[in-house]
């Protein structure tokens, strides 16, 4: 008789539970209307997605408010071609402006510009109501710190450390 015929199913053949399935959906589903909650905001304040708001953040609590290019898309989770356009698009609304790096002749700085930072603070009283009113508002203090310790465990599962990890900024 051929036992792996009989054996339990491989790990990859495992179906979700009922359970895991409702939470699985019931994580897609929240996520996606939260990114597009967040989205029209800040297009309705700012004129710019999400993560175009991110990457102003990022900008601005950097030191000198500039980061390389590589750190700028590892900050965002992005690869370095989205992260190219995106500047290009804030570059073009004055909000950001690239620089060479002086001791790499292939590396590029991304510098927020003033104007850049009076936008962030213009934007960001709203966008903190937002994330707010669609987010904690709606849990207790112990909901907003399990789900924090979730997602933490969930990132560190999802960036390793080990070299050759296929991480969107390193694409």
Known sequence: ????????????????????QRVWRSYLHASTLLEDHLDRQLQRDAGMPHIYYGLLVGLAEAPGRRLRMTELARGAKITRSRLSHAVARLEKSGWVRREDCPDDKR?????????GSAVLRRTA????????????????????????EIMEIVAEGLQPDEAGADLPWLR
């Open 1 to 20: 008789m051929n036992t792996a015929s009989t054996s339990a199913p491989a790990a990859a053949d495992r179906w979700l539970s009922d359970e895991e």
């Open 125 to 148: 009283p709203g966008h903190v109501a937002a994330v707010r009113q669609a987010l904690f508002e709606r849990l207790t203090p112990e909901q907003q710190q399990a789900l924090g």
């Open 107 to 115: 590396g590029q700085f991304a510098v927020l510009t003033d104007e």
